[in-house]
């Protein structure tokens, strides 16, 4: 049973950093690009970032460009969304996703991808 499992969200004040966690088990993720998305309540869910199988290519949403980082460790099957100066707006639930094939860049389109954390809360204070 393929799960994503995402950590490391919480309440941060404006200016501050938080580094979001999303481990994958069952299945190896190391052919796949994954991708980080966020959604607020009665919202669409929003592309935030993503990163290629390889980890060579990656591309933001210009709302986080400079300001956020995706990376990934294929051994420990985690990719890692590194967030610095937050700011109120960035307030939202954060997931992390999978596409359903593998050796390609990733999509900034949420129906290309068919694995789903559970998500993990983000709240930046002012």
């Known amino acids: 049973q393929v799960q994503l499992v995402e950590s490391g969200g919480g309440l941060v004040q404006a200016g501050g950093s938080l580094r979001l966690s999303c481990a994958a088990s069952?299945?190896?993720?190391?052919?796949?690009?994954m991708g980080w998305f966020r959604q607020a309540p009665g919202k669409e869910r929003e592309f935030v970032a993503r990163i290629s199988w390889t980890g060579s290519s990656t591309y933001y949403a210009d709302s986080v460009k400079g300001r956020f980082t995706i990376s990934r460790d294929n051994a420990k099957n985690t990719v890692y969304l590194q967030m610095n100066s937050l700011k109120p707006e960035d307030t939202f639930v954060y997931y992390c996703?999978?596409?359903?094939?593998?050796?390609?860049?990733?999509?900034?389109?949420?129906?290309?991808?068919?694995?789903w954390g559970q998500g993990t809360q983000v709240t930046v204070s002012s």
């Open positions: 069952g299945r190896s993720f190391s052919s796949y690009a």
């Open positions: 996703a999978v596409p359903g094939r593998p050796y390609y860049s990733g999509s900034i389109y949420s129906s290309e991808y068919v694995y």
